[in-house]
């Protein structure tokens, strides 16, 4: 089995324990810019995938280079990976995540996890709608990160009290007008590396309702970084042809 951890970036958004809340206090906690960040990466008609598959790639030149292959079936949960060891031997494995308790520990401890990161940077914004724990503000308009410009600011901030695998993450989505993120800082909440991650949204590409940004460029913790998701399709209800991205 491939050392998946040892290849990990490990961007690893907050799987968090979804907490109750009063109507008041998500009014509060939640602005609702995230639900129209949402819809305009197809959120309205996402209950019509039935499979979605991608390759997670990342590059950062004299530190690693990883690819990842997935295949998932989000209403029932069906995972399959693809990727390689650290011999360069092919590595295959597909499990239930609904059963995930009865999985092998590599697959408990390396694959789901790798899973849960590529999935947040494919689809980060139904993430940040559907954590009903993170608190989402908007901090008007700010100057992009990286470059000449400015857009909206909408920062997640996940609360580390709520469990998951890296608690009290922050993302820091700067939003265009068209209500896609364009950049965004990710500013980790434990001690793992790396505890600072700045990347462009481009490239972005539509696959039956689903919008992918499939090319991020940036760094991580000061070390050059590119991670780019390809060969991007869907299955929609109703058909079993794969709609690719495009």
């Not at 008041?24 to 305009?40: L, M, T």
């Not at 996890?113 to 559907?130: G, K, R, T």
């Not at 309702?209 to 913790?221: C, I, Q, Y």
Request: contains cysteine.
């Amino acid at each position: 089995m491939t050392n998946i951890r040892a290849k990990l970036i490990c961007l690893l958004g907050s799987v968090v324990v979804i907490l109750a809340a009063t109507s008041f206090s998500w009014a509060q906690q939640r602005d609702p810019i995230i639900e129209k960040i949402a819809k305009a990466y197809g959120l309205d008609s996402y209950d019509k995938i039935e499979a979605i598959r991608y390759t997670w790639n990342i590059d950062i030149p004299g530190l690693f280079k990883a690819t990842h292959k997935w295949e998932w079936e989000p209403k029932t949960g069906k995972i399959s990976f693809e990727s390689t060891d650290k011999e360069g031997k092919p590595v295959k494995v597909s499990y239930d995540s609904s059963q995930l308790n009865s999985q092998p520990d590599q697959v408990k401890n390396e694959v789901e996890p790798a899973f849960v990161n590529d999935n947040y940077w494919l689809i980060f914004p139904f993430h940040a709608y559907w954590d009903k724990s993170a608190t989402i503000t908007n901090e008007g308009t700010k100057k992009l990160p990286i470059g000449a410009g400015s857009a909206t600011l909408v920062s997640v901030k996940y609360p580390a009290e709520a469990g998951g695998y890296t608690p009290g993450d922050t993302w820091d989505l700067y939003v265009g007008k068209d209500n896609r993120v364009v950049q965004f800082v990710y500013h980790r909440g434990g001690d793992k590396k790396p505890k600072l991650v700045t990347a462009t949204w481009t490239g972005y590409k539509k696959a039956g309702p689903l919008v992918v940004s499939t090319e991020h460029r940036g760094n991580a913790d000061g070390k050059p970084l590119r991670l780019w998701i390809s060969d991007v399709a869907v299955k929609v209800t109703g058909s079993d042809a794969w709609m690719e991205a495009k």
